[in-house]
């Protein structure tokens, strides 16, 4: 079940949205894959272009306001500019999303145990009887006590939790090789969040799809993550497996987002270190470096060099900066790596 | 039910003192079987009372003068409720709230107006909790303007003074809210908090709203103030890392109760009540992996490792509804070591063999207080 060629190759992607202030580039070219059962961790801020890439796979939005280029290969099938029909075929059967808020993306009209069967009856034409059998085994297996009854509630009717767990259930209707959660467990609370992603690994196990996890959060990467993509402005910033980039982090953005981090067992005493200044205007970039402007490493480079010149993220594991692999580990191991411990 | 690994045998360890080792400040604020319900209308026309959603109901907490209480639990649990009481923009349905020796748990406006000044809050959402309509000036000037305070200099030289202490531009005094980002925004919040210059500021989930990266420089800014200006916080949040990099002292909420309080050391490392111990379990933590980083390159194709070097624990289901708590302890429900006694006899919050100075728990099964973190 496991092979590990890409399954979902991605490649230059470019989602810009025109509005009246101009052109925003929420993703900026970027590139990635994914192999059937390994789990992609894509860690950024708000605006960061996650979401906006991974809406770009399903072919989500609008194409009269965002104008999508770049390659997207799933399963040998190209999709950037696949007729509607194609995408719709793919979308809830190959290819899920699990989103971030389970109330509104669920409908406060239907049962949900018809809300489950939906996708499966529209894509393996099962009969009605046959698609409510399907929702009740889903919902079994999500783990909601008396699945039998629970089918014919509707969604106010359960907990956040437990709504997670239904959206989760629709998702996997149809046994997708692909899911892609958007920070699936971030309206949860912990004790929850760490029942939705024991789950969501384990489905994994047993299905082996692809998952993308979208998250903003370090310690859900480092619970559920294979590889893992850092964005910035729009663009992928760091590489890697999920080992190398929280062991040994090689972009200066990544190092700040694990000195801004709180951590349960870091010495109180030592205060956080922020990342200086906002996050960059997708509206007008910088010329060069995105982070350029908060980078403290921006001196060691010199010459100018990273406000003029975009540096390009290597293939396989590496870190979009001009700083060298030498400088990385060694800014890393005396300056950064003393102040998480 | 839920997989934990039974507690290991140990002592609960020497008496800890974290600082405080002199005299503890004096209480700046009590609150004794604190409650508050939110009647549930029914029936037609809705006058009925149906039922009641017990949203505190019967805490007891004391925050001292300069330090950072910190109060943490899940969504639904009270904390907020219990913020809004202090702060007395409710009033409670029973139980008393005492802020320096004066009883205000039902005082009126009138009374309340000299105490409003000294006590500040700031809000999670740094888009909701700030006028549109008005400059930074007007926001962070308005809590002079109403109290009718003049200091040395002028209210305008008053409002630079704060905006630099909090990190924001002084001159862009004139600015309106939508010109700042979410992070500038909560300093605007911190700002008017700290026009009046308040003995206690009740911060409720303050960087919860915003990214990482201006997360840490909000946190780091409200240790500042706290420290520099000896303000006593009581810290609301749901984040357990960001309330242990804050606070002193912490109280765990479960369902409108205090199920556990105590110095920093004592909830974080040696947590005696199963929730507490079970929330601290589900905390990912992204430095999993940081231990390993003498060699990281070396295991970079190893097989999927999703363990902890802390035990996990899983909770099962969800929290119950306030307005039908279940009986004796409520969080019996979810509980792997409930028995029999725990739902008939509600276990009292108090210093339970083991425990350090401060430290109480209410539970009738405790933890063995092993070492969880360190």
């Known amino acids: ?341 | 039910m839920t997989t934990a690994s039974t507690a290991h045998e140990g002592p609960a360890g020497p008496e800890e003192g974290t600082g405080a080792a002199g005299e503890t400040p004096p209480a700046l604020m009590t609150a004794e079987g604190l409650t508050k319900y939110f009647p549930i209308k029914g029936g037609f026309p809705f006058k009925r009372t149906v039922g009641a959603v017990k949203a505190v109901d019967g805490l007891d907490l004391v925050v001292r003068e300069g330090e950072s209480f910190g109060l943490v639990g899940e969504s639904g649990c009270g904390k907020s409720t219990t913020g809004r009481l202090l702060a007395r923009l409710l009033e409670p349905t029973a139980g008393t709230i005492t802020y320096r020796d004066q009883d205000i748990s039902h005082a009126g406006r009138k009374e309340l107006a000299p105490i409003r000044s000294e006590i500040q809050m700031i809000f999670q959402d740094p888009y909701s909790s700030l006028n549109p309509r008005q400059t930074v000036g007007s926001i962070v000037g308005a809590p002079l303007e109403i109290n009718r305070v003049n200091p040395p200099g002028g209210r305008e030289a008053r409002v630079r003074e704060l905006m630099d202490t909090v990190g924001l531009n002084p001159e862009h005094y004139n600015r309106f809210p939508h010109e700042f980002s979410g992070g500038q925004r909560q300093r605007i919040g911190v700002a008017r908090a700290l026009a009046l210059e308040p003995r206690l500021i009740i911060a409720d989930e303050p960087v919860s709203a915003l990214d990482v990266s201006i997360q840490a420089q909000v946190i780091n800014l409200l240790r500042r103030v706290q420290r520099e200006h000896g303000i006593a916080f009581l810290f609301i949040a749901h984040d357990l890392a960001v309330v242990r990099h804050f606070s002193q002292r912490i109280a765990v909420m479960y369902l409108g109760k205090i199920v556990e309080v105590g110095d920093r050391r004592a909830i974080y490392e040696r947590p005696r009540h199963p929730y507490t111990h079970a929330l601290l379990s589900a905390v990912p933590e992204a430095e999993l992996e940081l231990a390993e980083a003498e060699d990281p390159e070396a295991g970079a194709d190893a097989p999927k490792e999703r363990t902890a070097r802390r035990e996990r624990i899983r909770l099962e289901g969800d929290v119950p509804s306030p307005s039908d708590p279940p009986s004796g302890c409520r969080f019996r429900t979810r509980c792997w070591k409930a028995q029999d006694r725990c739902a008939t006899e509600e276990p009292p919050l108090v210093r339970i063999e083991g425990n350090a100075e401060g430290h109480m728990t209410a539970c009738h099964f405790p933890e063995a207080g092993t070492v969880l973190l360190e």
């Open chain 1, 1 to 341: 079940m496991t092979t590990n060629s890409p399954f979902l190759t991605v490649d230059d992607l470019r989602v810009h949205f025109s509005t009246e202030d101009g052109t925003v580039k929420a993703v900026d070219g970027l590139s990635f894959e994914v192999a059937r059962g390994r789990t992609l961790g894509i860690v950024g801020e708000s605006g960061s272009g996650k979401s906006v890439a991974t809406q770009a796979i399903l072919g989500l939005h609008s194409r009269e306001t965002a104008a999508v280029s770049g390659r997207i290969t799933l399963d040998g099938a190209e999709l950037t500019g696949a007729p509607e029909r194609v995408l719709e075929r793919l979308r809830g059967n190959t290819a899920a999303m699990v989103f971030q808020d389970p109330l509104t993306a669920l409908s406060p009209y239907y049962t949900v145990g018809r809300q489950i069967a939906e996708p499966y009856r529209k894509h393996r034409g099962a009969s009605r009887r046959a698609a409510r059998e399907r929702a009740i085994e889903m919902l079994a297996k999500v783990g909601i006590p008396n699945p039998a009854r629970r089918v014919d509630d509707y969604p106010h009717q359960f907990s956040g939790g437990m709504r997670q767990r239904v959206m989760i259930a629709m998702a996997l209707v149809c046994d997708p090789d692909l899911l892609i959660a958007d920070e699936p467990t971030t309206a949860l609370d912990v004790t929850v969040q760490a029942q939705i992603l024991d789950l969501l690994m384990e489905l994994q196990e047993e299905f082996g799809s692809a998952i993308i996890m979208i998250t903003h959060d370090l310690g859900v990467i480092a619970g559920v993550a294979d590889d893992v993509l850092v964005m910035y402005g729009g663009r992928a910033v760091e590489r890697g497996t999920v080992r190398e980039v929280l062991a040994a982090p090689r972009h200066p953005y990544t190092w700040g987002l694990l000195t801004s981090m709180p951590r349960l067992t870091a010495d109180v005493d030592k205060e956080l270190v922020p990342i200086a200044g906002s996050p960059p205007s997708l509206l007008t970039p910088p010329p060069g470096c995105p982070f350029a402007p908060r980078c403290a490493f921006v001196d060691e480079v010199g010459d100018g060099r990273c406000a003029a010149e975009r540096p390009a993220l290597p293939e396989g594991r590496g870190a979009a900066c001009h700083l060298t692999e030498e400088q990385q580990r060694t800014f890393y191991g005396e300056r950064i790596r003393p102040r998480l411990a």
